[in-house]
């Protein structure tokens, strides 16, 4: 006979926080490890402060946006649009942000992607330094700007352990950068799960997507990444 796993109870610190610098995320990985995506967001929603979802609408994202603004239906869900998407992921966005209502905020680079191919040329390839300083312009500037304006304790996304290597290794609650507690409620979920979430709730979803960060799909774009 098995003994059963002993789990710390959750604690908050000084100040009545869960979601801090200081957060025991071994025990609430423990805690949440096999519980529902939906357990999961109505334990954040209830601890966070000021909790934002970061997404780029890729395929099945939807699923993720449905599940955090049912729990949450005026979180901030911030976009940083790169201007690299294909029309069909512009036109895509316009019907989610109507059909969940999403509270969206767009945040740019400071050179369009039109200014950045006048002036460098078409995107750089993979794995060289000007591919890099590429990423920084169109994706990683926006994402800080944003987090230093916002300013959250949990940032909200919507990975999961399958993706790629580097997300294996991850898990539900995990440090991010600014300061943030990232919180996945579909990590433990595999992409044919996703895909019936979308089925059974009859949500749109958008297979004509690129992020000329990644270039491929295996790939990690950069946020996920960076910490402290």
Partial sequence: MT?????KAITKDEAG???????????LNQRFKAKKPSEIMRFTVEHARTPVVFTNFRPLAVAFLHLVTRAAPNIPVIWVDHGFNTPATYRHIETVVDHLNLNLQVYSPRMSAAHYTAVHGPIPPLDTPEHDRFSEIVKLEPFARAMSEWQPDVWLNGIRHDQNAHRKNLDVFTFGSHSTVR?????HLQELDVEEYIFDNELPDNQ???DPTKGEEHRECGLMMQTG
Avoid: C, E, N, R
């Fill in 3 to 7: 003994s059963a796993v002993k789990v």
């Fill in 208 to 210: 004509d997507y690129f």
């Fill in 183 to 187: 919180v996945a409620p579909m990590f």
């Fill in 17 to 27: 926080l869960v979601f801090t610098s200081a957060a025991d995320l071994v025990s």
